[in-house]
């Protein structure tokens, strides 16, 4: 009811930026397979009413909408939206909800966990141009972001994640979205366009297709770069951060094995010369960079790389603390910690 209860189009084309469009599946449609399956459903006011009685809401109910004021290309407008996602509820549902604000740390992590009891606004930005960086890190049976993961989901998805194939994997992810639609564990309501500005005098100003600037291969033409964005990092454990702000600032400072060239998204080398895989891609082999030194002198070798994982993965490793201790990222490319209480 509540997934046809909301005029997305409205939304979009009052409190988005241009080139933005209403969600037809959770994932952009420039993304291989991410829009196999049935679309969103339509705007149906009455319909959606209706349906709200026969679950027994016939006057509706009281929720609450909880969002961070933080402005993302994903949502431009948070506060402005708030209040017209909570109209809409009251006018077409009848349902009546509290707007509540909070602070930006403590927002990721309730929603995160699964802990807000009522509707919240959040969205995602891709970290790599695959099905499985939307789709695996929020419906994981390890994500508790929309309550009680569901296996009609993830099994899917645990499945399609296996196979190297774009095409032998289609039909799952058709299966997947068909069931994220049936089951509405969220409502999707955009795909927001975003643009960045820099002063003429920069050199290289850039926006990456994934990820933020590189401020090393950016030139101001002095010994200071200002950079603005919308809000502060959150804390600077990198690999216990999963929102832009605090990634933005991480990139600065940790470099990968492979990264996205500037311009085209293609990949290209960076501590790792090269990685190439197995038939089936379950396993990889990388040759790292000669001659990488870090700041004290040191030479980077296998071991680091390996202690930069164990890290992050491995829940008893003397290094895994974090922020939260969520590890998100790690928890979802892995289908779960290890050692994990």
């Known amino acids: 009811a509540i997934a046809m209860g909301i005029d997305r189009a409205r939304i979009v084309d009052n409190f988005f930026p241009g080139g933005s469009e209403v969600a037809s599946h959770f994932t952009p449609?420039?993304?291989?397979?991410?829009?196999?399956?049935?679309?969103?459903?339509?705007?149906?006011?009455?319909?959606?009413?209706?349906?709200?009685?026969?679950a027994g809401y016939p006057d509706g109910f009281k929720t609450k909408i909880f969002f961070r004021d933080v402005f993302r290309g994903y949502l431009p407008e948070p506060s402005i939206v708030a209040v017209e996602f909570q109209t809409q509820l009251r006018d077409n549902l009848g349902i009546d909800a509290e707007v509540v604000v909070m602070e930006s740390g403590e927002f990721i992590d309730e929603s995160t966990n699964g802990r807000l009891d009522g509707f919240y606004l959040l969205g995602w930005g891709a970290d790599y141009p695959h099905v499985t960086n939307?789709?695996?890190?929020?419906?994981?049976?390890?994500?508790?972001?929309?309550?009680?993961?569901?296996?009609?989901?993830?099994?899917l998805l645990e499945e399609a994640s296996s196979i190297g194939d774009a095409a032998v994997a289609r039909p799952l992810y058709e299966d997947a979205n068909n069931a994220i639609k049936a089951i509405v564990p969220m409502v999707p309501i955009a795909h927001g366009a975003s643009a960045s500005a820099a002063l003429a005098g920069v050199k290289n100003a850039h926006f990456r297709p994934f990820g933020a600037p590189l401020f090393h291969r950016a030139d101001p033409g002095k010994d200071t770069f200002v950079f603005m964005q919308n809000a502060e990092p959150i804390s600077l454990y990198c690999t216990d951060e999963t929102d832009g702000e605090s990634l933005a600032a991480c990139q600065q400072v940790v470099e990968p094995l492979l990264g996205y060239a500037i311009d085209s998204g293609a990949i290209e080398a960076r501590l790792a010369t090269d990685c190439s895989a197995n038939a089936d891609s379950t396993v990889w082999t990388c040759e790292l960079r000669k001659g990488v030194k870090f700041h004290d002198g040191s030479s980077l070798d296998a071991n680091d790389v390996v202690a930069s994982w164990a890290a992050g993965i491995d829940a008893a490793n003397p290094n895994h603390k974090g922020n939260t201790g969520a590890f998100e990222y790690y928890s979802y490319l892995w289908d779960g910690l290890m050692n994990a209480q």
């Not at 449609?29 to 339509?42: D, L």
């Not at 789709?135 to 390890?142: A, E, I, P, R, Y």
């Open 134 to 155: 939307f789709l695996d890190f929020h419906f994981s049976s390890k994500n508790p972001q929309y309550g009680t993961p569901h296996p009609e989901i993830y099994k």
């Open 29 to 54: 449609c420039s993304i291989t397979n991410a829009c196999e399956g049935e679309s969103w459903y339509e705007f149906d006011a009455g319909k959606a009413k209706a349906m709200l009685a026969e």
